[in-house]
Nanobody
Framework: QVQLVESGGGSVQAGESLRLSCEIT????????GAWYRQAPGKPRELVAK???????DYADSVKGRFSLRRDSTKSKLDLVMNALEPSDTAVYYC?????RGQGTQVTVSQ
């Protein structure tokens, strides 16, 4: 059974950085294409960043220049590197790959 396990969330001050990790487990499958979403309380889910099979990356306007996707050489992890965090980045972050979705990890950014 394919599972995605996220880690790396936490509480930070504005301007600091976090690295979220999404690892595929329980399968010989690799992450060929995937995405990170986030959902803040009372707001709809938002696509933060996505990577295609060919490796191209797209980012939400709100995170361009601050966030970046990194896939490891074994293609079993898809990380979201988040720099210059802002309070508006506070949300639960989820990774997806195919039909699988992780359990989510909380990111809280305070002033």
């Amino acid at each position: 059974q394919v599972q995605l396990v996220e880690s790396g969330g936490g509480s930070v001050q504005a301007g600091e950085s976090l690295r979220l990790s999404c690892e595929i487990t329980g399968s010989l499958f690799t992450i060929l294409a995937g995405a990170w979403y986030r959902q803040a309380p009372g707001k709809p889910r938002e696509l933060v960043a996505k990577m295609s099979v060919g490796g191209s990356r797209d980012y939400a306007d709100s995170v361009k220049g601050r966030f970046s996707l990194r896939r490891d050489s074994t293609k079993s992890k898809l990380d979201l590197v988040m720099n210059a965090l802002e309070p508006s980045d506070t949300a639960v972050y989820y990774c997806t790959a195919g039909s699988a979705r992780g359990q989510g990890t909380q990111v809280t950014v305070s002033q």
